[in-house]
């Protein structure tokens, strides 16, 4: 048995992995995985509470293990696998909603902002981060590895625990965030989070030239309206990826170079597209040889969930017990 804090995390399968994906949450995996017992979790329930074409849903699991993969989650040293293949991620919600407030839900900044964008506000999407939950404490994962905008999700997590350990007694640990060094991505707009939904993404699959057609127009510091203006780095986006993708030296030498003015907006994002095609040439080299093969993918994520079911009907079978569920 491992000794190692067990952890969890999932992204969803809502269309090509970007950018954000990977520095707000894979990359941070990768480094994890030998640190900790950790759970990977492709989370197709969360995904249909936003409009897709059902034709799609498979194809964009298959995608979205591949890319995951790509990136360095080694199957040796963690474990991937599709949330509904674990039926009692269901199941949990469903029990985890009876000590969950509407108040609480409803406080939730992620639904306000998505419930804007909506005409219709589905129940799912109010009740998402219960889902959530039940995500992390079914393996019990006292690490959940987490960006900015998921803080608030996890301390309402750790409330929904405390919840339910104080009515049918000591049951889930209360998860611990770790938050990484990409606490927060913007997109290329430079105002609202890297997301499909709002098109200012750089996806992983995307060519060089790709990528330089859609960094030449990025939103830098506004301020830097010429040649001659100096600018704050602070105050620019493109620069917080220098820092995810550029040695340090270099990373000094952008941020000197904006301030006095030295060098262009455009010249330094050609310094980024160089270090970031140079990081994104190995993942697809990864990817292209899986998408080859994805009966390798398939069998990785069967063994995934063979794993996590025997656990998962382990701490229901728990539950179920002390709540009074289970016939005697």
């Not at 994890?32 to 964009?60: G, K, N, W």
């Not at 049951?171 to 290329?188: D, K, N, S, V, Y």
Request: charged share 25%.
């Amino acid at each position: 048995m491992s000794t190692q804090k067990r952890l969890f995390s999932g992204v969803q399968p809502s269309g090509e992995l970007h950018i954000g994906n990977y520095l707000g949450a894979i990359r941070n995996w990768v480094a994890l995985q030998s640190q900790f017992e950790c759970l990977f979790c492709v989370v197709d329930y969360h995904a249909i509470t936003q409009p897709y074409a059902v034709d799609d849903m498979q194809p964009r699991i298959l995608d979205a293990a591949t890319w995951i993969l790509a990136c360095g989650v080694d199957p040796e040293k963690a474990t991937l696998f599709v949330q509904s293949d674990v039926p009692e991620h269901t199941e949990l919600a469903w029990i985890l909603n009876s000590v969950a407030t509407m108040g609480d839900l409803g406080r939730m900044t992620q639904f306000k902002e998505k419930a804007e964008q909506q005409a219709s506000v589905n129940a799912g999407l109010f009740t998402y981060p219960v889902l959530q939950t039940a995500d992390i404490v079914l393996y019990k994962a006292e690490v959940v590895p987490v960006g900015e905008d998921q803080v608030q999700h996890l301390e309402l997590a750790r409330e929904i625990v405390r919840s339910f350990n104080g009515r049918y007694g000591q049951t889930f640990p209360e998860p611990q965030p770790r938050i990484g060094a990409a606490r927060r991505i913007l997109g290329l707009d430079n105002q609202f989070k890297m997301s499909k939904s709002r098109g200012n993404t750089i996806t992983l699959s995307e060519s060089a030239e790709s990528v330089m057609a859609k960094l030449a127009p990025a939103v830098t510091d506004v301020n830097r309206k010429r040649l001659k203006d100096p600018g704050d780095p602070e105050k620019c986006n493109v620069y917080t990826l220098h820092t995810h993708y550029d040695p340090p030296e270099v990373v000094s030498d952008v941020a000197e170079q904006c301030r006095a003015a030295g060098r262009g907006c455009l010249d330094c994002k050609k310094i980024l597209h160089r270090h970031m095609v140079a990081d994104m040439a190995p993942i697809q080299a990864r990817a292209a040889e899986l998408k080859a093969h994805p009966e390798r993918v398939r069998e990785i994520l069967a063994a995934g969930a063979d794993h996590c079911r025997a656990i998962a009907r382990e701490t229901l079978r728990e539950v179920r017990d002390k709540m009074g569920l289970n016939r005697r």
